[in-house]
């Protein structure tokens, strides 16, 4: 049974996250501390290869996948850039404590948008369309490996959207230069459009959490084979 594999990595640190600032659509660069957290974490844990690399085009991304993946030119994608926090861009939760718009966002952020900014309806149909086209082209080709360097947000997004198990999306949070490994089954992702997550990134990272997350990866590959047998069973039914 073939199947595809594709690791979410999220960017390494930058000022604006030590800061604690909405850093959407700015292009900021990787801070000192973030290239030396990237290159500590490849030297002493494993980040997966594969056959087909994908950036968000803002430069944290493409830095992280040159620190980690020197040899490789990434696929840019601009749907997988993280959310234009419009006006709201650069500032810190304190700093916007008195805005009402802004208590308003934080009560319905999928309705609501940043002043020019994307809601987080608009954001989620964005990423999600770019990364079902990804998926289509992997398919199509027959590449089964890709690595996808983007932002938390999008993670966040796409694996509320696509992950068994099923969680939202604060409970799939990711810490800067970590990730999320996906596994796709052809027919049950055209009939159900789900993934198995089966690891964390990177691997080998804090053993003892992999091992506490071993029994929910579990079920995850649990649910999936539960489901592609199922339809394996009933096309077998009808044939």
């Given at each position: 049974?073939?199947?595809?594999?594709?690791?979410?990595?999220?960017?390494?640190?930058?000022?604006?996250?030590?800061?604690?600032?909405?850093?959407g659509?700015?292009?900021?660069?990787?801070?000192?501390e973030?290239?030396?957290?990237?290159?500590?974490?490849?030297?002493?844990?494993?980040?997966?290869?594969?056959?087909?690399?994908?950036?968000?085009?803002?430069?944290?991304?493409?830095?992280?996948?040159?620190?980690?993946?020197?040899?490789?030119?990434?696929?840019?994608?601009?749907?997988?850039?993280?959310?234009?926090?419009?006006?709201?861009?650069?500032?810190?939760?304190?700093?916007?404590?008195?805005?009402e718009?802004?208590?308003?966002w934080?009560?319905?952020?999928?309705?609501?948008?940043?002043?020019?900014?994307e809601?987080?309806?608009?954001?989620?149909?964005?990423?999600c369309?770019?990364?079902e086209?990804?998926?289509e082209?992997?398919?199509?080709?027959?590449?089964?490996?890709?690595?996808?360097?983007?932002?938390?947000?999008?993670?966040?997004?796409?694996?509320?959207?696509?992950?068994?198990?099923?969680?939202?999306?604060?409970?799939?949070?990711?810490?800067?230069?970590?990730?999320?490994?996906?596994r796709?089954?052809?027919?049950?992702?055209?009939?159900d459009?789900?993934?198995?997550?089966?690891a964390?990134?990177?691997q080998?990272?804090?053993?003892k959490?992999?091992q506490?997350?071993?029994?929910?990866?579990?079920?995850?590959?649990?649910?999936?084979?539960?489901?592609y047998?199922?339809?394996?069973?009933?096309?077998?039914?009808?044939?």
């Open positions: 049974m073939k199947s595809y594999q594709i690791h979410l990595i999220r960017h390494g640190m930058t000022q604006a996250n030590l800061q604690g600032r909405y850093i659509s700015t292009d900021v660069p990787l801070s000192q973030g290239i030396e957290q990237l290159k500590q974490y490849d030297k002493r844990y494993r980040y997966p290869g594969a056959a087909v690399f994908y950036s968000s085009p803002l430069q944290r991304c493409v830095q992280t996948m040159k620190l980690l993946y020197p040899q490789v030119e990434p696929q840019l994608v601009p749907g997988l850039a993280e959310c234009n926090f419009g006006q709201w861009e650069g500032k810190t939760a304190q700093e916007l404590q008195n805005d718009l802004f208590a308003q934080l009560e319905n952020g999928q309705q609501i948008s940043p002043p020019g900014g809601s987080g309806k608009e954001f989620a149909y964005r990423v369309s770019a990364f086209k990804l998926v082209g992997m398919l199509r080709s027959g590449q089964t490996q890709a690595v996808v360097v983007t932002h938390g947000g999008v993670i966040m997004t796409l694996m509320a959207a696509y992950a068994l198990p099923r969680a939202s999306s604060f409970d799939w949070m990711v810490d800067s230069a970590c990730g999320y490994s996906l796709i089954i052809p027919g049950l992702w055209m009939r459009m789900v993934a198995e997550a089966y964390t990134l990177p080998g990272k804090n053993a959490a992999a506490h997350s071993e029994p929910i990866l579990n079920i995850a590959r649990e649910a999936a084979e539960r489901a047998h199922t339809e394996e069973h009933s096309e077998d039914s009808n044939s």
